[in-house]
């Protein structure tokens, strides 16, 4: 490595461009992928917090909770029997505050269950975001759809749904803003396999997001992006090396004519790689990190350790692919033939 090492030292600028390339590409990377886990969190925080289960909707929703009615009678049958399980709606609306400022909201009512919020009737349960916009326990707000006031008796923590605010109602406030009786959905949580039932539709807790307008989209063109950038560092890694080995060959044919192994050569190769990519990686990561704390209030950028540690494996493996495939020209190197057509 004592080598690899030299070569670092003898061609700082060649290394430093490669490394602050590879900085920007990393950075750049886990900076949308914050992006997109906070989008995904603002999108669906309401589903995503619930256990893994089941969905149950009508089958001839065409996959579309909005479509969906739920049998009585089946309902009941899938409520009682299973346990845990809650019968739910989710639907687009707005409450007005007392001066009659309109909030969007998401209306979200339930059976009696563990996993929703209980509220009496009469009552609202909002999202804490819309708490910053004036609205205080205690406060009454209104729906032009409702006869009465919803007083609002609290707030909960990170729950939403279609970018907007959830709001826990009671079922029967639902039922008479919407002018139905039957629930859109059925959630039966802790089921690895779906239950079949006569008129109903399954769909795992991933695959019931996918039904949610816009979710698969956002997050479809904020993932080809990351893979994007990782795919332009891969071949960043390729290029840079395939053009560093083409001008060593002559090196190489005299470190080959003296005994050195191939696999020397690689390894000489990776500490590069490695040494460059874990510079740059701790400096994104850093900055990223630091970007969390400052990142504009509202602004749904959510960068766990868990996502940052898995970006960074995928970027050291990404360079050493790259390198690796640049490298194989190396096994191809005749020493005398590249004694003669390299300089030293």
Do not use: C
Not at 2 to 10: F, G, L, P, T, V
Not at 31 to 59: H, R, T, V, W
Not at 184 to 196: E, T
């Amino acid at each position: 490595m004592n080598i690899a090492w030299k070569e670092i030292k003898k061609s700082k600028i060649r290394f430093l461009i490669l490394g602050s390339i590879v900085f920007l590409v990393s950075f750049l990377t886990l900076i949308i992928s914050g992006l997109s886990n906070g989008l995904s969190q603002d999108n669906a925080a309401l589903i995503k917090d619930l256990p893994d289960g089941q969905f149950y909707m009508n089958e001839h929703a065409n996959e579309t909770y909005n479509l969906s009615r739920i049998d009585e009678s089946t309902q009941e049958t899938l409520v009682n029997e299973q346990k845990d399980a809650a019968a739910l709606s989710i639907q687009m609306g707005f409450v007005n505050d007392a001066d009659d400022k309109q909030h969007s909201v998401a209306f979200v009512t339930s059976t009696d269950s563990n996993l929703f919020e209980k509220v009496e009737i009469g009552e609202i349960v909002l999202d804490q975001s819309i708490e910053e916009d004036g609205i205080k326990v205690g406060d009454a707000v209104t729906n032009n759809q409702f006869g009465g006031e919803f007083i609002v008796k609290g707030f909960v923590d990170q729950k939403k749904y279609s970018h907007a605010p959830v709001a826990y109602i009671n079922m029967e406030n639902y039922q008479e803003i919407y002018g139905v009786k039957e629930m859109q959905l059925v959630f039966v949580p802790g089921q690895d396999n779906a239950q079949a039932i006569d008129g109903l539709q399954s769909f795992s807790n991933k695959e019931f997001l996918s039904t949610i307008p816009s979710y698969s989209a956002e997050q479809m063109s904020l993932n080809m992006i990351i893979w994007f950038l990782v795919v332009i560092s891969g071949m960043l890694f390729a290029i840079f090396f395939y053009m560093m080995n083409v001008q060593k060959i002559g090196l190489y044919g005299i470190l080959r004519a003296l005994g050195v192994k191939t696999s020397r050569l690689f390894g000489m190769m990776w500490y590069q790689m490695f040494f460059i990519t874990a510079i740059a990686l701790t400096l994104s990561v850093a900055l990223s990190q630091g970007f969390t704390m400052i990142a504009p209030e509202g602004m749904p950028f959510i960068l766990t350790l868990e996502i940052t540690i898995q970006l960074s494996i995928i970027f050291l493996i990404i360079g050493f692919i790259g390198a690796t495939l640049s490298g194989f020209q190396i096994r191809k190197v005749e020493p005398l033939h590249a004694i003669q057509q390299g300089e030293i």
